[in-house]
């Protein structure tokens, strides 16, 4: 069981670049969902997807965004990086909403 | 407001003792309360949650509605417990509000 894969899992962007994280989640599992962890800090929400449509919304900016594709994978875009974005993005999968989240390693995103 | 706190950053305890982490919520709903873990350079993982009530590593946790708390407790702790432990609520739209999270360091 490969569980819940992030890519990359670390990266290194220039303020007012553009990032695109990459989530594939646990095979059959249909829900994923987003968190941003900064250092010292618990997870924060962003987003969560359920058979490609999204089902909750945190409090970030639109700079964030996201989508999930047909075979449940999920990429979280961030543009006009700022500084306060460096942090650590979670993702999790669940087979469905409501059910036990599976966390990937995290993607370590610096903003420089 | 939907509020998840862990009011230890760090708690120290010798080998054999007993552990509580305290977790305190704010929430109008009816919460549902987990306990994630994260062990050294391993991904987080879920504990437990209270509508199982169940033991999980000697670990138990009792959802109290009247003060808000959602305490971890272990009776004898032991060093492959040394871990960060979060606590976290799921709201009725199924988000996860966490604390900011408590590293527990069991001393030999």
């Known amino acids: 069981d490969a569980g819940v894969t992030q890519s990359p899992t670390h990266l290194i962007k220039t303020r007012g670049q553009h990032v695109t994280l990459r989530c594939s989640p646990i095979?059959?599992?249909?829900?994923v969902s987003w968190y941003q962890q900064v250092l010292g800090q618990g997870p924060q929400f962003i987003f969560q997807y359920y058979e490609k449509e999204e089902r909750g919304r945190g409090n970030f900016p639109d700079r964030f965004s996201a989508r999930q594709f047909p075979n449940y994978s999920s990429e979280l875009n961030v543009n006009a990086l700022l500084l306060g974005d460096s942090a650590l993005y979670l993702c999790?999968?669940?087979?469905?909403?409501?059910?036990?989240?599976?966390f990937g390693q995290g993607t370590r995103l610096t903003v420089v | 407001a939907q509020r998840v706190t862990q009011p230890e950053k760090l708690l120290s305890v010798f080998k054999g003792a007993p552990v509580e982490l305290k977790c305190n919520y704010s929430?109008?709903?009816?919460?549902?309360l987990f306990w994630y873990v994260q062990y050294s350079r391993q991904r987080l993982q879920l504990l437990l949650r209270?509508?199982?009530?169940?033991s999980i590593k000697g670990f138990t946790a009792d959802l109290n509605k009247g003060e808000t708390s959602f305490h971890l407790k272990k009776p004898f702790a032991q060093e492959e417990d040394s871990a960060m432990y979060y606590c976290?609520?799921?709201?009725?739209?199924?988000?996860?509000?966490w604390g900011a999270g408590t590293k527990l360091i069991i001393k030999p």
């Open positions: 929430y109008s709903g009816s919460p549902e």
């Open positions: 095979s059959g599992h249909k829900s």
């Open positions: 976290a609520l799921r709201t009725s739209n199924y988000q996860l509000i």
């Open positions: 209270h509508i199982s009530r169940e």
């Open positions: 999790a999968s669940s087979p469905e909403t409501g059910r036990e989240a599976f």
